[in-house]
């Protein structure tokens, strides 16, 4: 059986060959936005890496009159917290260093949750990087709609879960929303 080590590193390498393959995903999946579940107050992430960019979604949202806000890491061990931002406004490196609003902006609690990945399942099984941020997140959020924002190469057939992974709700790619039964 594979280590989640393993499997976080090789879905990582198939992640940057996707990315590098399809530059025009992150701008097709934005355009299944209307699709999304309904919440007045969306949380993104700013894209690292081959994550699956956010600027077209966030745009897409923003216009479609959508509250958007960005994940805060404050303390390493900690949730995160998140932050009012719109398209354009200027971003600082959070405790993770992570592009995050300012301090100023406005907290928010989101009522839609897109978090990156490196894997999903069709049952709601998440492989995040490991950190624990959106584990810990989604646990003091138990209300929130957690959708994973993901090129749809990297769904996989079954992700072992632990008992504190929180399940995603759904999932949108190039190809669509599509909701967890």
């Not at 309904?38 to 960019?53: C, F, I």
């Not at 978090?115 to 099984?125: I, S």
């Not at 490991?130 to 929130?144: E, I, K, N, S």
Request: net charge negative; charged share 25%; glycine share 10%.
């Amino acid at each position: 059986m594979t280590s989640k080590h393993e499997l976080r590193a090789s879905m990582r390498a198939l992640r940057k060959r996707l990315a590098e393959v399809d530059n025009e995903a992150a701008e097709r999946a934005a355009g299944h936005a209307g699709a999304l579940p309904t919440g007045d107050a969306v949380a993104l992430y700013r894209a690292m890496g081959s994550e699956l960019d956010t600027d077209a979604l966030a745009v897409a949202l923003h216009q479609a009159g959508r509250r958007l806000c960005l994940p805060v890491v404050i303390e390493r061990d900690a949730a995160m917290i998140f932050r009012a931002w719109a398209p354009g406004e200027p971003l600082e490196l959070d405790a993770a260093g992570c592009p995050a609003p300012l301090p100023l902006a406005e907290a928010v609690t989101p009522d839609l949750i897109l978090t990156p990945l490196l894997a999903f399942d069709a049952h709601g099984g998440r492989l995040g990087q490991g950190g624990g941020y959106y584990d810990r997140t989604f646990a003091v959020l138990p209300g929130a709609v957690r959708v994973g924002f993901a090129y749809a190469g990297q769904e996989v057939e079954r992700l072992a879960l632990e008992p504190h992974d929180m399940r995603l709700h759904g999932v949108l790619t190039e190809k669509g929303y599509r909701a967890v039964q």
